[in-house]
């Protein structure tokens, strides 16, 4: 008897540490993922990646517009370094859906080529206090002889998951609450 009940114990903790430890896996593998196509310029397949009901508010065309120009765009070269992911909370279930928040960190180059743009000297300043007041001033680092920027941002992400192996990402940042208002449950906006 006793050693049934050390045998079911053990599979009980066994099954728990897995679930645990599987969620945490999925959303990792999808924001990896997310990230790659990122890095690799594919825009078409980095929207499938993001939350549906957030295209309501921005559509899915318009959204790989604005990847496509902040990331493949000849004026401003970016790339995505030392991609890491630092936490992932445990998911909640919320109607028919779960959610869980996954803090980040990348460190970015930012190369812009000023020539592209007229007033480039009054541009130039908007971008660095621009960068500055979004990620920090100690996160960005200015390399005036080679003329770019070192970006080491911190992030944080709600991953959403209809049935907790494929998720999908809406980036969280207190500049996008109005916008998040009409895609997340309140619950979740109150957590950040």
């Not at 430890?21 to 993001?50: H, P, W």
């Not at 070269?77 to 980040?104: Q, V």
Request: a positive charge; hydrophobic letters at 40%.
């Amino acid at each position: 008897m006793r050693k049934k009940l050390m045998i079911f114990l053990f599979s009980l903790l066994y099954t728990f540490a897995f679930s645990q430890n599987n969620y945490e896996n999925t959303i990792k593998k999808d924001l990896n993922s997310f990230v790659q196509n990122m890095k690799s310029k594919d825009m078409g397949k980095a929207v499938e990646y993001i939350y549906p009901k957030y295209f309501t508010v921005v559509p899915k065309e318009q959204m790989k517009q604005i990847l496509n120009f902040t990331y493949n765009n000849p004026a401003f070269k970016t790339t995505i370094l030392d991609f890491k992911i630092i936490d992932i909370d445990k998911p909640e279930k919320i109607n028919s859906e779960l959610f869980s928040f996954a803090n980040y960190g990348f460190k970015m180059n930012l190369k812009i080529d000023w020539t592209s743009f007229p007033n480039s000297q009054q541009l130039k300043t908007q971008i660095s206090d621009g960068l500055y007041k979004k990620f920090g001033k100690e996160n960005v680092t200015y390399f005036s002889k080679e003329d770019y920027y070192v970006i080491n941002a911190k992030m944080k992400a709600c991953a959403v998951s209809h049935d907790g192996i494929n998720w999908k990402f809406v980036i969280i940042e207190k500049d996008y609450k109005p916008q998040l208002v009409k895609v997340l449950p309140k619950k979740i906006l109150d957590k950040f």
